[in-house]
């Protein structure tokens, strides 16, 4: 069965700073995707990035950088310079190829603070 | 492009009551679903559907809950009777094809308090 898990419930940090968001996931399939979305107070799940379990490139939008390695069974998001409009609940999920059946599994989420 | 519709917004009921949720997917996307998202946690998937047929809806408690499509389209959520412990934020969202090829978008979603 896949799994996701986001060990940290809360992370806070100061404006400026630089703050990493861990994900590490459990997966049968050689087949899968994973995501990370980010949820503001506002409650509206907002897409961040989808990445497929043969592209293992990092990449980096803006302030927002992603490291995938499949050796650790890890997707981390890397979040520079943080913003105060950063502050939000971000959550990794997890989706395999199965005859359609593509829902998300979803991590339970780590809550971001940025304090000004 | 308009996203995800989802009426109501907020819904108060007691418990044993029934009720509904609506969803309207992003224009031309074949592929809905249905999540619940208790507080603290993320989102579970309920139900989801490929056009108007049912893909997984393996974590649906067919008890009580129940969901249609009935023209490929928009799509209804139903509760019936309701119990405390479903107190939530039912989220739907909708892709463009299955199979994960496509990023799912989510609505809003429809906050249910069960008294």
């Known amino acids: 069965a896949q799994k996701v898990t986001q060990a940290q419930t809360e992370i806070s940090v100061v404006e400026k700073e630089d703050v990493t968001l861990d994900c590490v996931y459990e997966?049968?399939?050689?087949?899968?995707?994973l995501f990370w979305y980010k949820q503001p107070p506002s409650g509206e799940l907002v897409f961040l990035i989808r990445?497929?379990?043969?592209?293992?490139q990092n990449e980096i939008s803006g302030r927002y950088s992603w490291n995938f390695q499949k050796s650790t069974s890890s997707f981390n998001f890397t979040i520079t310079a943080s913003q105060v409009v950063d502050s939000a609940v971000y959550f990794c999920?997890?989706?395999?190829?199965?005859?359609?059946?593509?829902?998300?599994?979803f991590g339970k989420g780590t809550h971001l603070i940025i304090q000004p | 492009e308009a996203g995800v519709a989802q009426s109501p917004r907020y819904k108060i009921i007691e418990k044993r009551q029934s009720v509904a949720f609506w969803c309207n997917p992003i224009s031309g996307h074949a592929t809905l679903y249905w999540y619940q998202q208790i507080l603290g946690q993320g989102p579970k998937l309920l139900i989801q559907f490929q056009n108007n047929g049912v893909v997984d809806d393996s974590q649906l408690p067919k008890d009580r809950f129940s969901a249609e499509r009935l023209k490929g389209v928009d799509s209804t959520l139903k509760i019936q009777p309701a119990k405390l412990e479903d107190s939530a934020v039912y989220l739907c969202?909708?892709?463009?094809?299955?199979?994960?090829?496509?990023?799912?978008?989510f609505g809003p979603g429809t906050r249910l308090t069960v008294l």
């Open positions: 997966t049968r399939d050689t087949t899968y995707y």
């Open positions: 990445r497929n379990s043969f592209d293992e």
């Open positions: 999920a997890l989706s395999e190829r199965g005859g359609g059946a593509d829902g998300l599994t």
């Open positions: 969202a909708s892709s463009l094809t299955p199979g994960a090829r496509d990023t799912q978008y």
